[in-house]
């Protein structure tokens, strides 16, 4: 082994798991240098002062550069501010411990969450960006990003080593408020840098609103997912001003939330153009069966997912007969849209009836499966 050249211990070390990963670069110093870039081909990091120091200071390492880092994600939270000692114990998220007994441990913890905070609520816009201008520089391969509210793990966020160690110094974890805005608009630019930056990944609720005003052209970003995107009356330019800055997608996964339009009269979906998208994915959204079926009529899809969609004009009938009929007409997969109930009175499953509808996308002589259109579309209304 000890022959063997640093390129191929790497190749080795890109096939080994974690664990084993581990123990390979505890053999010498060749193997930790050549175990380096499969340890950081995938890195996160809580966004705090002092984690992003850190990620800076391993970005400094004696074992290789960071340059062998494809995915990074940047997880975010919103701290609860305490007044007072007895605030921090009764009012928030308090992690209960065994040391919650201990008077010490108890002043201590307090202690360490009065230094977090102060360092914390002294960010600014402009510091922050500096922040993540610097830290993405440390990343010059850098193909995937992903923003993430902490809480969007659910609970696997007590996996996260950092969140971990931070939480059991201080005791308390972020709100489970899950908008991670204020980061994005940070981002934002910044993101230009990145000149290899091919998927960008929101997990967490985005208020375009909060976003700073402007336009961006993020041409190398071809996959684009936001996974909840706050939608209303009044949010639909913000939301298409924001796609906009996307130019060369290929990919894109929409999810409104809560359930609402991602379009206006005055800007309607086809007005959203992407000459090389391919894969779409429209989930929890509203929407006229006209702007849902001109967007895939000026689009090459391929594949077009609809999820938990509704139409607030015309009708799935209408939609699909007029899909039917295109002479390029995209794989378009459907679940929650279409119910269809046996003859024993139960829902089909999505599968079955993704079934019928394959069958009738592409027979033309194969009559409409589903139920009557008038009753197949639900009422839209909003939920106090």
């Known amino acids: 082994m000890e022959t063997l050249p640093l ?42 002062m002092g984690t992003a120091e850190a990620l800076q ?46 008077p010490m441990a108890t002043q201590l913890a307090y202690h360490r969450y009065q230094q977090f905070l102060q360092q914390e609520v002294s960010r600014t816009f402009e510091m922050d960006v500096r922040l993540f201008r610097t830290v993405l520089a ?45 980061a994005m608009s940070r981002l934002l630019p910044v993101l230009g840098a990145c000149s290899r930056l091919q998927r960008l990944n929101v997990d967490g609720l985005l208020d375009i609103r909060d976003l700073p005003p402007g336009r961006h052209q993020f041409k190398t970003i071809q996959h684009l997912s936001l996974n909840a995107v706050l939608a209303g009356k009044g949010l639909e330019d913000s939301i298409a001003n924001f796609l906009g800055n996307f130019p060369g997608l290929t990919t894109l996964t929409i999810k409104t939330f809560p359930r609402g339009p991602i379009y206006h009269q005055r800007l309607p979906l086809q007005q959203m153009q992407w000459s090389n998208l391919q894969f779409c994915e429209i989930i929890g959204t509203w929407l006229p069966e006209n702007e849902l079926f001109n967007f895939i009529e000026r689009h090459p899809l ?35 849209i279409l119910p269809r109930k046996s003859e024993e009175g139960w829902r089909l499953e999505d599968y079955k009836s993704q079934r019928l509808l394959d069958w009738f996308l592409t027979h033309s002589n194969f009559p409409w499966p589903f139920p009557d259109p008038d009753n197949d579309i639900p009422i839209f209304s909003l939920q106090a």
Request: aromatic share 12%; with cysteine; glycine share 6%.
């Open 7 to 48: 390129e191929l211990l790497s190749a080795i070390a890109l096939e080994l798991p974690i664990t084993d990963l581990c123990h390979f670069r505890l053999v010498n110093h060749r193997h930790a240098c050549g175990g380096f870039p499969a340890l950081v081909r995938k890195l996160s990091f809580l966004n705090t």
């Open 57 to 102: 200071t391993l970005g400094r390492s004696l074992y290789g550069s960071l340059g062998a880092t494809h995915h990074l994600t940047i997880y975010d939270g919103a701290w609860p501010v305490a007044a007072s000692q007895e605030e921090w114990m009764g009012q928030f998220l308090f992690l209960r411990s065994r040391k919650i007994f201990n």
């Open 138 to 182: 440390n990343f010059p391969s850098l193909k995937e990003l992903t923003l993430s509210h902490i809480h969007a793990l659910r609970t696997g966020y007590l996996n996260h080593a950092h969140f971990h160690s931070l939480t059991n110094n201080i005791w308390v974890i972020p709100s489970f408020e899950s908008f991670v805005a204020k």
């Open 302 to 336: 391929k594949r077009l997912a609809l999820k938990d969609v509704n139409l607030t004009s015309g009708s799935w009938k209408s939609f699909f007969s007029r899909a039917r009929g295109l002479k390029r007409r995209p794989n378009i997969i459907c679940q929650d």
